[in-house]
């Protein structure tokens, strides 16, 4: 299956643009090796045994129409998180790379927010996919899959927020896969002019798979000078699921981004998040949160790139493991040499339930400006036995003081995040898992 993935790519048509960019990324792909762990971006996680030809390469031959999906034809589990009494200024649900339901609130529809699927967009809007698509600063590290991810591209949205148009509402995008021996790659790009504001959902689901699949998903913000704008990504995959995902977040001068990163399925996960402060006043709030167990295997890599001066960026990763589940974080603040009065901090805590487990942490710094403020941290340490004695002989069951350590543990990092209703149902998720 050498030129399984372009071949098929071939035969689905669909706007000029896309083909182009997908023929060029094939190109790329097919000439960069597989990332090893001799390269210490990759020294932790092993990527020998993945093969993504194997896979049967999933794509909306649809050519970006959006289908009727009745609710009966909904998985269950996908209903539930619809189900919410949450208000949403936009909805969005992909099956398999397919998009089966959209709807966009009137009244954003009324201000010219454009919220679609890629290929419809390419062909009604395409001087927005010219601009931004596919066009962040990607490290070499991210290279390889990044270039298959463009070219293997099954689906995905572009968000479109005019200036000073604001969004009250999350718009939640849920995608769904169904099955074993697969690979979908979906793409996010959400455009923010200036002064606008919204937030944005991508929940990634499934069922515990009987074998093998593949997710690749990229994600491209764009802010514009004084906006704002929250990005939540939620990973809740079964058993069975190999996930990367490739975010990438541009903040002009004034423009506020807050993401946030939640991992708690997939057999392993890799994320790497990078935000680039590219004009004065721009700020950018990382968090993230993963709970692993069995033999999961999480892997964060992170950038706060400040490329210009009076920027700030704050980046508080926590992630809990038990069984044999391990975890890598490696984060860096790169400070550009006109990037003078910048603010960074970044920290990393990990907590172990087990002894089998393994958390890895590498923050660092790259300074080559001289006036600024920037500090890291990072600690990796087991449950504190005088709390966990403490609580058990208060009556409470060893699971039950877990429990509660555990969310302790992870209540400064829920706590900021900007939805309630997505804050409780992860809190819902993390308590199923702990088996409380």
């Not at 896309?18 to 990324?25: I, P, S, V």
């Not at 794509?59 to 970006?64: K, L």
């Not at 590290?141 to 591209?153: D, G, N, Q, T």
Request: a negative charge; charged letters at 25%; hydrophobic letters at 40%.
């Amino acid at each position: 299956m050498a030129d399984g993935i372009m071949t098929r790519t071939e035969t689905v048509g669909g706007p000029e643009l896309l083909a182009e960019k997908r023929q060029a990324a094939w190109e790329e792909y097919r000439s960069l090796p597989m990332p090893t762990r001799k390269s210490e971006e990759w020294r932790y996680t092993d990527l020998r045994k993945l093969d993504p030809e194997a896979f049967e390469q999933l794509i909306d031959s649809t050519g970006g129409s959006v289908g009727a999906l009745a609710s009966d034809d909904i998985p269950g589990a996908v209903r539930d998180v619809l189900s919410e009494s949450a208000t949403r200024g936009g909805t969005m649900i992909e099956i398999d790379g397919a998009v089966g339901r959209l709807e966009l609130d009137a009244r954003a529809a009324e201000a010219g927010v454009v919220f679609g699927p890629i290929a419809q967009v390419a062909m009604e809007r395409p001087e927005l996919l010219d601009r931004f698509l596919f066009s962040s600063d990607v490290a070499p590290m991210e290279r390889k899959l990044w270039s298959l991810h463009v070219a293997a591209l099954s689906g995905g949205y572009v968000l479109h927020v005019p200036q000073n148009v604001r969004i009250d509402d999350p718009v939640h995008v849920v995608r769904w896969l169904s099955r074993a021996g697969v690979m979908v790659s979906t793409h996010s790009l959400i455009i923010v002019e200036r002064g606008a504001q919204v937030t944005v959902i991508d929940e990634f689901m499934s069922a515990d798979l009987d074998g093998e699949a593949l997710s690749l998903n990229g994600v491209e913000v764009f802010g514009g000078d004084g906006s704002l704008v929250n990005y939540l990504a939620l990973q809740r995959f079964g058993a069975g699921v190999k996930h990367f995902s490739m975010q990438h977040a541009n903040t002009p001068r004034d423009c506020t981004l807050n993401s946030f990163n939640v991992s708690l399925g997939a057999d392993l996960a890799r994320c790497d998040v990078t935000s680039h402060l590219l004009g004065p006043g721009s700020d950018s709030e990382m968090l993230a949160l993963w709970f692993g167990g069995r033999h999961q295997h999480f892997d964060y890599h992170t950038l706060q790139h400040h490329a210009a001066p009076h920027a700030r960026s704050d980046l508080l990763f926590k992630g809990a493991l038990t069984d044999s589940a391990k975890s890598v974080f490696r984060g860096l603040i790169r400070v550009d040499k006109g990037a003078q009065l910048t603010d960074a901090y970044q920290t990393n805590r990990n907590l172990l339930l087990s002894d089998d487990s393994q958390a890895t942490t590498l923050p660092s710094l790259e300074i080559a400006a001289d006036d600024v403020k920037c500090s890291h941290g990072a600690t990796v340490g087991q449950v504190d036995a005088h709390q966990l004695f403490y609580l058990t002989s208060r009556g409470l069951t060893r699971a039950q003081a877990e429990r509660l350590l555990v969310f302790g543990f992870f209540g400064e990092v829920l706590a900021r995040m900007p939805v309630d209703s997505v804050r409780e149902r992860m809190t819902d998720a993390i308590e199923r898992k702990i088996g409380i």
